[in-house]
């Protein structure tokens, strides 16, 4: 009997001067970036928790602690990467993922699919089973001030 689990990703990080954007992997010429440990990728990361919730597995925080030095300006794809290993190994096969960016700017629409590209080879996944969705706070709260960037995932696993 196929059994499916489905799990939820949220998360923010503020964007500061001197840090380079990277969304979903793709470097985004902007003049800030996200603030973090990492690359501050918050649509690796959402994805990412999305994974493991799905998989009923701890969170990523406890994977990848924000303290280990080890992690300190890594590429989030790659710990991504390590994520859907993590996945498959426990007999997951990855059905589908969705994403929604929110922040006020930039545009991201011209980078959709080579994120989506950039995932669906780290996730190997085909495209057409990856989401990017971006909207605007409509210049609400933090994010509409444009002090941050979030993104929300859903994931959608299956194992039979
Ligand atoms: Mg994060």
Redesign the pocket.
Known sequence: MMVWRVGIGY???QLVPNRKLVLGGVTIPFNRG?L???D???V???IMDALLGAAGLPD?GYYFP?QDPQYRGIR?LILLDKVSCLIQDEGWKISNVDTTLVGESPRVAPFVQQMKSFLSQTMNIPVTSIGIKATTNEQLDSIGRGEAICCLAVALLQRD
């Open positions: 998360d923010i990080h996200l973090g440990h990492s501050g990728d918050v690796c990361h959402a990523i924000d989030s």
